[in-house]
């Protein structure tokens, strides 16, 4: 009897070796899976080996006289307008396109560090997410650029689409879907169906250039120059698109009216708020151009769920009402929006086997 049960158990423990094997790390590193989403501002990162998620800024410091790499991601970031004429901060990435090559490597070769903390026994897979309007030579040099680093393969695929996934909208099916994608440096319009983007309308600007609107209003009407720091925090704290937003915020920068002078001002959401809407309507125009090339089919899907709202652009007070009075359609912005496309990048990769079909480059 006690020797059955010692059968019994040794049979027990090969069943749960067997059924568990996939989760040991050897065969995890053997298939691993990166995701990125390649933003111009930041750039996300998932690794399946411990379902790792990281987030930098996409910049590398730069000693322009020794050509020495100072700095990389947030370090680098926090250099901006704080070192001497002969540091650089670049960003090599500009709305999905590689700018500079030789910076992109330095870059990537960083984060991956950052990521597999120097550990890569096997060549990864990764899938790379890209804005819909990136060229196919560009998409070939992000497939090289990943190439050169080590990656066995490379895929892309566009951010929407990665979004609708990370949103777990059932895109697969013939039932349409419409989304919006607002980013720091594009905002993308697109109706899905059936796994594929049917219809696109992009807009080249988003939340860096009405940054840079905004910059430049506060230094007509108030004689005042506002740094990265002082303009990032107007960003998330003042501007809104909710027409009785009582919002405000001290501001501090360069007094331009007074040379060697540091001036504060108080800024309100009305100061900016028709910079706001020119923004959000050159969106809603898009939604529009999408709406207008689908069947009616897929018309009445955009009736039926509303509008998917996703990217770092979507956090903005009161950009569901406003929309959906623009457009008189329901509008929805997803929790956590600007983190819709890297978890989209985690469940095709994980689900791959039913996906490459579908996204194999």
């Given at each position: 009897m006690?020797?059955?049960?010692q059968?019994?158990?040794?049979?027990?423990r090969?069943q749960?070796?067997?059924?568990?094997?996939?989760?040991?790390?050897?065969?995890?590193h053997?298939?691993?899976?990166i995701?990125?989403?390649?933003?111009?501002?930041?750039?996300?990162?998932w690794?399946?080996?411990?379902?790792?998620f990281?987030?930098?800024?996409?910049?590398v410091?730069i000693?322009?006289?020794s050509?020495e790499?100072l700095?990389v991601g947030?370090?680098?970031?926090?250099?901006?307008?704080?070192?001497?004429?002969?540091?650089?901060?670049?960003?090599?990435?500009k709305?999905g396109?590689v700018?500079d090559?030789?910076?992109a490597?330095?870059?990537?070769?960083?984060?991956?560090?950052?990521?597999t903390?120097?550990?890569m026994?096997f060549?990864?897979?990764?899938?790379v997410?890209?804005?819909?309007?990136?060229?196919?030579?560009d998409?070939?040099v992000?497939?090289?650029l990943?190439?050169?680093?080590g990656?066995?393969?490379?895929?892309?695929?566009?951010?929407?689409?990665?979004?609708?996934?990370?949103?777990?909208v059932?895109?697969?099916?013939?039932?349409?879907?419409?989304l919006?994608h607002?980013?720091?440096?594009t905002?993308?319009?697109v109706?899905?169906?059936?796994?594929?983007?049917?219809?696109?309308?992009s807009?080249r600007q988003g939340?860096?250039q009405?940054?840079?609107?905004?910059?430049?209003?506060?230094?007509?009407?108030?004689?005042?120059e506002?740094?990265?720091v002082?303009?990032?925090?107007?960003?998330?704290n003042?501007?809104?698109?909710?027409?009785?937003?009582?919002k405000?915020l001290?501001?501090?920068g360069?007094?331009l009216?007074?040379?060697?002078q540091?001036?504060q001002?108080?800024?309100?959401?009305?100061?900016?708020r028709p910079?706001v809407?020119?923004?959000m309507?050159?969106?809603?125009?898009?939604?529009?151009?999408?709406?207008?090339r689908?069947?009616?089919e897929m018309?009445s899907?955009?009736?039926?769920?509303?509008?998917?709202?996703?990217?770092?652009?979507?956090?903005?007070?009161?950009?569901e009402?406003?929309?959906?009075?623009?457009?008189?359609?329901?509008?929805?912005?997803?929790d956590?929006?600007?983190?819709?496309?890297?978890?989209?990048t985690?469940?095709?990769?994980?689900?791959?086997?039913?996906?490459?079909d579908?996204?194999?480059?």
């Amino acid at each position: 009897m006690k020797q059955l049960k010692q059968s019994a158990t040794y049979k027990q423990r090969w069943q749960l070796l067997l059924d568990n094997w996939w989760n040991y790390r050897p065969i995890k590193h053997l298939n691993r899976k990166i995701g990125i989403d390649l933003g111009s501002n930041s750039v996300r990162l998932w690794d399946s080996l411990d379902d790792k998620f990281i987030t930098q800024p996409a910049c590398v410091a730069i000693d322009t006289r020794s050509g020495e790499v100072l700095a990389v991601g947030v370090d680098a970031q926090k250099m901006l307008g704080r070192t001497a004429a002969n540091v650089q901060v670049t960003w090599p990435i500009k709305k999905g396109v590689v700018q500079d090559l030789d910076v992109a490597r330095v870059l990537f070769r960083w984060l991956l560090g950052q990521l597999t903390k120097g550990v890569m026994l096997f060549r990864p897979q990764v899938l790379v997410s890209l804005p819909v309007t990136t060229g196919v030579s560009d998409r070939q040099v992000v497939l090289e650029l990943m190439r050169s680093l080590g990656a066995k393969e490379v895929n892309t695929i566009d951010q929407p689409l990665a979004a609708s996934f990370g949103a777990q909208v059932p895109i697969t099916d013939a039932s349409g879907c419409l989304l919006l994608h607002l980013e720091s440096q594009t905002m993308e319009a697109v109706a899905i169906s059936m796994g594929k983007i049917v219809a696109s309308e992009s807009c080249r600007q988003g939340g860096e250039q009405l940054g840079e609107r905004i910059k430049a209003q506060v230094k007509q009407q108030f004689q005042l120059e506002l740094g990265s720091v002082q303009l990032d925090k107007v960003m998330k704290n003042v501007v809104s698109l909710d027409a009785i937003s009582k919002k405000e915020l001290d501001v501090l920068g360069k007094d331009l009216s007074n040379p060697g002078q540091v001036k504060q001002v108080k800024l309100n959401s009305s100061h900016m708020r028709p910079l706001v809407e020119a923004t959000m309507d050159k969106a809603t125009d898009a939604l529009r151009q999408v709406l207008a090339r689908v069947s009616a089919e897929m018309s009445s899907d955009a009736v039926d769920k509303g509008i998917l709202v996703t990217g770092s652009l979507a956090y903005m007070d009161g950009i569901e009402r406003y929309m959906t009075d623009k457009l008189r359609l329901s509008v929805m912005v997803l929790d956590e929006p600007d983190k819709q496309v890297i978890w989209g990048t985690k469940h095709i990769l994980t689900h791959w086997v039913d996906f490459r079909d579908l996204y194999s480059t």
